[in-house]
């Protein structure tokens, strides 16, 4: 046997050897690809149904405190007229209600704060989340298209290693093939 041809068989087992041993292991059908795209849309799709359910909550919230306006603005008048040594029943001057409306406003505004504070903090956990988990997603995706297209050219290398090194047939089959059709 000449050196190229020696040469020609040692590569195609080598390559017979390493993508069979790959073959058997990748096996991805489009349908798992298509699925894990649509669950990208899902994950969106979760994502902006939780950011409306943070812009409902902080809503509520808002009409919750303007409900409360009213205890609101009496806590600022008690705190007032203690501050002031006023007694509750004291009429308050034009300038001392201002006063007092001011400081309702205040603590008003405080709790605004608060509630935009908090709400800004889901919407900022919800749109990391989503982008983490699709860019997870997204990277498995990949990877399932990429796996499935070593798949395709491994089997395509298969037949091109087949058709370059002929197999042999099975020695007793060709010896007895062979001794019959000598007519033996």
Do not use: H
């Not at 409306?52 to 009409?63: I, L, P």
């Amino acid at each position: 046997m000449n050196r190229e041809i020696a040469f020609k068989v040692l590569v195609g087992l080598v390559v017979c050897f390493v993508l069979g041993v790959n073959v058997g292991c990748v096996s991805v059908p489009q349908a798992a690809i298509d699925v894990n795209r649509q669950v990208s849309k899902g994950i969106t799709t979760i994502g902006d149904n939780g950011l409306a359910m943070v812009e409902a909550w902080e809503e509520s919230a808002y009409n919750m405190l303007d409900e409360r306006w009213s205890n609101v603005y009496a806590k600022a008048d008690a705190t007032y007229r203690s501050k002031k040594g006023l007694s509750s029943t004291a009429a308050l001057s034009y300038s001392q209600q201002e006063d007092v409306a001011g400081l309702a406003v205040l603590i008003r505004s405080e709790v605004r704060k608060k509630i935009k504070t908090e709400a800004d903090s889901m919407r900022k956990i919800i749109s990391q989340n989503v982008k983490n988990t699709l860019e997870a997603n997204e990277s498995l995706t990949d990877l399932l298209a990429s796996a499935s297209a070593v798949s395709s050219l491994q089997k395509s290398a298969l037949k091109e290693v087949g058709s370059l090194v002929p197999i042999p047939p099975g020695v007793t089959t060709f010896i007895a093939s062979s001794l019959k059709s000598a007519g033996f």
